[in-house]
């Protein structure tokens, strides 16, 4: 895995590589916003029902596995005061 750093609007941002795909850091760019709590900058954003559509249709597009009609339900409770999502480290 190759690992770079870009600069976005005065903003150092990781980008690691892994089998030739680029993946950017989101706590980078939520540092920028809040430096003592990023994951609450993701936090937010992933309670939003845009981002939930749009992961929705980047999921779809893909992955041959998605599961759409379960996605439906999930994707109809965002947005709303009870929905909550936390980013999680995988591996």
Same mark, same amino acid.
């Given at each position: 895995m190759?690992?770079n750093?870009?600069?976005?609007?005065?903003?150092?941002v990781?980008?690691?590589?892994?089998?030739?795909?680029d @993946?950017?850091?989101?706590?980078?760019?939520?540092?920028?916003k809040?430096?003592?709590?990023?994951?609450?900058?993701?936090? #937010?954003?992933?309670?939003?029902?845009?981002?939930?559509?749009?992961?929705?249709?980047?999921?779809?597009?893909? #992955?041959?596995?998605?599961?759409?009609?379960?996605?439906?339900?999930?994707? #109809?409770?965002?947005?709303? #005061?009870? @929905?909550?999502?936390?980013?999680?480290?995988?591996?």
């Open positions: 190759k690992n750093k870009i600069l976005v609007q005065n903003t150092e990781s980008i690691k590589q892994h089998e030739k795909v @993946f950017i850091s989101l706590t980078d760019i939520a540092r920028a809040n430096p003592d709590e990023p994951k609450d900058v993701v936090k #937010n954003w992933l309670r939003s029902k845009t981002t939930i559509e749009f992961l929705g249709l980047w999921e779809h597009i893909n #992955n041959s596995f998605f599961k759409g009609v379960e996605f439906d339900s999930f994707k #109809n409770e965002a947005g709303s #005061n009870s @929905f909550t999502m936390s980013p999680t480290r995988d591996g």
